[in-house]
């Protein structure tokens, strides 16, 4: 009896625990279904409001064209034209859905089946896939973040569904297209179409819809502009699930893959056009205002110049800059008209984005003496005007002269072309300030000159513009004022074209002072300090060089351009006895000399330009022969005829000069492809082939089957562009 009475004792505790188990799991459930509702609702809560359902507008973006039509660089993200939710391109349709959401128009928002499939395909194979719907991606564009964690996820579902709620397949499929982006540059599929392939996206092929609808997922890596080859690959994969979910036939597919895309459009621009390309933004922006669609500028960029000018202030600072520490340069050249054919502000763009010839203010040195004998001419005097190199006192500032010493009676000419100080300075006093800051004005001046005697000797603050602009007003006889932009257009409607009037002005000068500025400039090159830049032929010009040659410029001009160096450090430096007449005029005149070789022409705008007959025969040409010099691996010069090899993108440096070695002094031959484009041989050899097999370069977007091959070998190998490190 005794033992059983704890039994009988602990029956109401084990009944009470078995009554209350139920209820403890439900409570559980319940805690459980309130934490997952306390957290959707904080989600919900923090999902950002307003906008989404609306594009915002944005400042127009820029299609940057050479003048010869030609692009060469884009500013801001481009947009197109909006894909309406009824007239969706078939192609691109099939191509998006089956790469991104082959289930697209089956779910509600969210894909359990297709997260499902991605886990299994991601574990099983090497083919990586997303659970995201189209609806999800789209909640994700408008109005969520790329941060990769679990509210975030939550949200974009919760927003999916909402959308779905909201709009037909056909709207978030149209919404997405507009909003996805799809690299360099361009938002939405329209844009992507017109910056590739120069097209709307209502007219792609399966082919090219593919290379777009492969970019979405991973678009900087893979825009074809910067990584062709894998822009392929991953088309060539979409192709294969365009096939296996049923939206195009094998013999669709086969046919796209027989006939690829084809870009246009050129690949990366080059960094030392990015400096033109700022200016150019900056004043079509300016012209036209903000304007939220896709813009085409046509700018004064001429290409063979510019590249003419990159090649020769890289090689001379490259070679000459480190032993006279010189650590800058820029170069700027302008048409009579003020036209912009070059402009180099700086050794490397992609370091400095700093514009040395539009922002950087550095004292002009003796090219200030300009104004001051234009003034002192338009005063009466005249080239051989007898003048005085003698001590000169202003207050406490006795200026010298570079060579040290005075010659004592000499002519103006004779002054100006040695860059006596003493005279400067003299002429400076004898017309007065307010003078010569008059005639500085006109010729184009815009800088505030401090109120100190020095400035006579260029102790002021000026641009390089303000000074080459000053220069050119010398034979046009009216102030020039520079300009990159001839016109800007929104598709086929004309927004800006620069007036034929602007080349109109009053005469800066007496037609004799004129002349007798023209007559000191021309001694300058021919007999004084800027012997250096002399050539062939009439040169005019003026040295500047700065304290302690801080600054060291050389501006010159032709009958056809007007051309001013710059060389220094950004930091104001010292630099190892640099002068105007040395490095700067090298520069210049290596320019110079060869652009007198670079053939260039003045294409109107497309609405201007002029029509052709169907009658006109085909104008045969004759294929060039003859030594060549490399100026890259890609283009060649043929006496004065500039050549580029079909299908390579060109390198400089140690590549140029191991294609140079190769063809040594032997003849090269070089057939026209059409558009530029020659195909060159040497020895029986294909240049083309023998620069890519060896890694010299990049294939082009439009080279042959046969030269990616080539290119595709050496990268394998890793020759020369593609070494292993």
């Known amino acids: ?19 209350f188990r139920p209820t403890r ?12 509702l306390v957290f959707l609702g904080w989600c919900l809560l923090r999902i950002p409001v307003g906008g989404g359902m609306l594009p915002e507008a944005s400042p127009a973006s820029l299609i940057l064209e050479a003048r010869d039509g030609a692009v060469f660089a884009t500013r801001g993200n481009l947009h197109g034209d909006p894909i309406e939710a009824g007239s969706i391109p078939k192609p691109l349709l099939d191509a998006v859905v089956a790469i991104e959401d082959r289930r697209f128009f089956d779910h509600r928002g969210v894909d359990l089946w297709g997260i499902g499939r991605a886990l299994w395909r991601n574990f099983t194979s090497e083919r990586r896939e997303g659970g995201s719907t189209i609806s999800q991606q789209l909640a994700r564009l408008l109005y969520l973040s790329q941060e990769q964690s679990l509210i975030r996820k939550t949200q974009e579902a919760m927003l999916a569904l909402w959308l779905e709620t909201r709009l037909s397949k056909e709207e978030i499929l149209a919404r997405y297209l507009n909003a996805a982006y799809f690299g360099a540059g361009a938002t939405g599929a329209d844009a992507a179409a017109r910056r590739y392939f120069g097209k709307p996206a209502s007219e792609v092929t399966l082919a090219e819809a593919a290379m777009l609808a492969g970019l979405v997922r ?25 096939e296996e979910t049923g939206r195009a036939t094998p013999e669709e597919v086969a046919a796209a ?7 246009r459009t050129p690949p990366e621009v ?5 400096y033109f390309a700022d200016w150019v933004e900056g004043e079509a922006r300016r012209l036209v205002g903000p304007i939220p669609i896709d813009l085409a500028v046509r700018s004064t960029l001429d290409p063979a110049l510019q590249d003419l000018a990159e090649r020769v202030v890289a090689h001379r600072l490259d070679r000459e800059g480190e032993r006279q520490k010189a650590g800058q340069a820029a170069l700027l050249a302008l048409s009579h008209d003020g036209a912009v054919l070059a402009a180099v502000g700086g050794r490397d763009y992609a370091v400095s984005q700093f514009n040395r010839i539009t922002q950087a ?21 005249r080239p051989d005007s007898m003048v ?3 001590p000169v006192q202003i207050g406490n500032w006795a200026p ?7 010659r004592g009676a000499m002519p103006l000419r004779q002054a100006f072309a040695g860059s006596v100080n003493t005279v400067a300075v003299q002429l400076f006093q004898s017309l007065g300030r307010e003078q010569v800051l008059d005639m500085a004005g006109r010729m184009g001046l815009r800088s505030a000159m401090p109120a100190v005697p020095s400035i006579a000797l260029g102790s002021g603050e000026a641009t390089l513009l303000e000074m080459v602009s000053a220069f050119a007003s010398i034979p046009a006889n009216r102030a020039v004022e520079p300009y990159v932009v001839r016109g800007v257009r929104a598709r086929n409607r004309t927004l800006y074209a620069r007036p034929e009037s602007m080349g109109s002005g009053a005469p800066v000068m007496s037609p004799a002072a004129q002349q007798g500025m023209l007559d000191l400039l021309l001694a300058v090159v021919r007999e004084g300090t800027g012997r250096s830049a002399r050539l062939d032929r009439p040169v005019a010009g003026k040295t500047g060089t700065t304290q302690d040659n801080r600054d060291a410029l050389f501006i010159g001009m032709t009958a056809d351009v007007v051309v001013g160096v710059w060389v220094g450090n950004d930091d104001n430096s010292p630099m190892q006895g640099v002068t105007g007449g040395g490095l700067p005029a090298r520069i210049w005149r290596d320019f110079v000399d060869g652009a007198d070789r670079v053939k260039t022409t003045e294409a109107p705008l497309p609405e201007e330009a002029p029509s052709t007959t169907a009658e006109a025969p085909p104008r045969q040409v004759a294929p060039l022969r003859g030594p060549v010099r490399v100026l890259d691996t890609a283009t060649l010069r043929i006496g004065d005829r500039a050549v580029q090899l079909v299908g390579v993108i060109g390198m400089r440096g140690d590549a140029a000069q191991d294609m140079a070695s190769f063809i040594g002094n032997r003849e090269v031959t070089c057939e026209p492809m059409g558009d530029g484009a020659h195909r060159c041989h040497v020895g029986g050899r294909d240049l083309s082939e023998v620069v890519l097999s060896n890694g010299g370069g990049r294939a082009a977007p439009d080279a042959s089957p046969a030269l990616r091959r080539y290119e595709a070998s050496a990268r394998a190998a890793g020759l020369g562009v593609w070494g292993r490190r």
Do not use: C, H
């Open 1 to 19: 009896m005794d033992t059983a009475a704890p039994a009988t004792r602990s029956w109401p505790f084990r009944a009470f625990r078995t009554l």
């Open 25 to 36: 799991i439900l409570l559980g459930l319940s805690l459980a279904a309130l934490a997952v």
């Open 218 to 242: 991973a678009p900087s890596a893979l825009a074809p502009t910067r990584n062709l080859e894998g822009a392929q690959r991953r088309a060539d994969l979409v192709l294969s699930v365009v």
């Open 257 to 263: 893959r027989a006939a690829p895309p084809a870009l």
């Open 270 to 274: 080059q960094p030392g056009r990015g």
């Open 361 to 381: 203010r550095r004292q002009p040195g003796s090219l200030f003496k300009l104004f001051t004998y234009a003034a002192a001419l338009e005063s009466g005097m």
């Open 388 to 390: 005085v190199d003698q």
């Open 400 to 406: 010298g002269n570079a060579s040290g010493g005075y």
